[in-house]
């Protein structure tokens, strides 16, 4: 860390006095100020840089082409055929809050650059329609910036403000921080990944803890969710639930969007054309709101000493109705199960299904919007600690259900995504974490 120090130390003020001596009036005093005034001390107590490297090779046996696309999971998984893949380069900054209960302050900033980060920043392109091509390592995606402090209330009153992660779902961004390499059909589906707002948090004892929260629409920087012209606002509540001991937790979040929120898996209007499925959501129906409520719990038994996990994630969605809108709802459970064999190696397996009472939550097209959408998955993960920091996996996956595979055009309509599969994935993936 303090190698790094310096030489972020030696580069900023560089830079600093590149820009002072650019001025034709700056004087030697005037430059010196510039330097102290401008140099950020990184080595400041408490302030932490992390990250990871994520590198992988997929597989899908769905021949070539965008017909051959596996609608269900998520567009970064679903390149046909082989395909190198650099998932993430991660970045993280960051001051937290101790656990002490007095006023105080801290930030954290996290940074990803690799194909995750064109997936994360730009949640489009509709199912079917992305193709190997769309795969581009030169993509950045800013996850979290947000300022954070604690007010010396009670057990301590915490907040954030700024653009932070989102509260729904068992699965997070960072591939290695989950289960398995490949995302689940809700993380894809019915959630969201990020907001910008405020988010406040509350511990009332060991057991139980709160937040609230208000942002803009989700995924979105600005508040253009409402049919781009603004006051689109989203809720956020979460309660968890940790038992006696620490080892099992369960929580329930809740978020509500006052209209569609600028999300492909939260809705769509109904004017979009039927070759983008799904679109962005909010276009014409500015009234329609969004309601989610997921709960995911997940238990680690004494008995095994540590070595086995079970964990489960839920989701019901709602979106009501707007002009020539009937609405829809989803809804979808994961199961989880892991065993750590030894300190290194463990098997994970996971069982998805997501479902739609019709495909309104995906399409536009008239024809095909009393179409109920079915998706199942099961994913089996095999993960090596082989050194320190390093991880390697290894991973099945097999998709099926309604449309599952093919163009990702609507229901009802030419050339709609009728295949249902099997579709098979066979990936492995390599993680070094700093």
Do not use: C
Not at 48 to 65: E, M, P, Q
């Amino acid at each position: 860390m303090k190698k790094i120090t310096a030489i972020l130390g030696v580069l900023v003020a560089a830079a600093a006095l590149s820009l002072a001596d650019s001025g034709p009036e700056a004087s030697a005093t005037d430059t010196k100020k510039i330097v102290q005034n401008n140099f950020v001390e990184t080595a400041q107590k408490g302030v932490k840089l992390s990250g990871y490297v994520d590198a992988g090779y997929s597989y899908n046996f769905t021949g070539s082409g965008g017909s051959s696309s596996v609608n269900s999971r998520a567009p970064v998984d679903s390149a046909q055929r082989g395909d190198f893949n650099l998932y993430a380069f991660k970045v993280a900054l960051e001051k937290a809050l101790t656990s002490e209960n007095k006023a105080q302050a801290g930030f954290r900033a996290d940074v990803i650059i690799g194909e995750d980060a064109g997936y994360f920043s730009n949640r489009d392109g509709g199912l079917g329609a992305y193709s190997n091509t769309d795969q581009d390592s030169n993509q950045l995606f800013l996850e979290q910036a947000y300022a954070q402090f604690r007010v010396p209330v009670g057990n301590g009153w915490d907040w954030k403000a700024g653009k932070f992660v989102s509260i729904l779902g068992y699965e997070v961004i960072e591939r290695p921080a989950n289960m398995n390499i490949t995302y689940g059909l809700l993380f894809q589906n019915a959630y969201t990944f990020t907001y910008t707002g405020v988010l406040t948090s509350y511990r009332f004892d060991d057991y139980l803890d709160a937040k609230l929260g208000v942002a803009n629409g989700a995924n979105s920087d600005n508040n253009t969710a409402s049919n781009f012209a603004g006051d689109g606002v989203t809720l956020l509540a979460s309660l968890n639930v940790t038992a006696p001991g620490g080892n099992a937790n369960w929580s329930n979040n809740f978020t509500w969007d006052t209209s569609n929120p600028s999300d492909t898996a939260l809705g769509v209007p109904t004017s979009a054309p039927a070759s983008s499925w799904p679109v962005q959501g909010g276009a014409n129906n500015p009234s329609a709101g969004v309601f989610v409520y997921n709960s995911w719990g997940n238990w680690a038994p004494k008995f095994a000493d540590d070595k086995l996990l079970f964990a489960f994630d839920s989701v019901l969605g709602t979106q009501a109705a707007g002009t020539n809108y009937s609405g829809t709802t989803w809804y979808g459970a994961e199961a989880y199960t892991k065993y750590q064999f030894n300190d290194w190696f463990y098997l994970g397996g996971r069982g998805s299904y997501f479902g739609t009472d019709n495909a309104q939550k995906f399409t536009a097209a008239a024809a095909g919007r009393n179409q109920s959408l079915n998706w199942w998955a099961f994913t089996l993960t095999a993960g090596f600690n082989v050194i320190d920091n390093l991880l390697i996996r290894g991973e099945y996956r097999l998709d099926w259900g309604d449309y599952s595979q093919g163009t990702g055009n609507a229901p009802g309509t030419a050339n709609a995504g009728s295949g249902g599969g099997p579709s098979h994935y066979a990936g492995a993936e390599v993680v070094y974490s700093f």
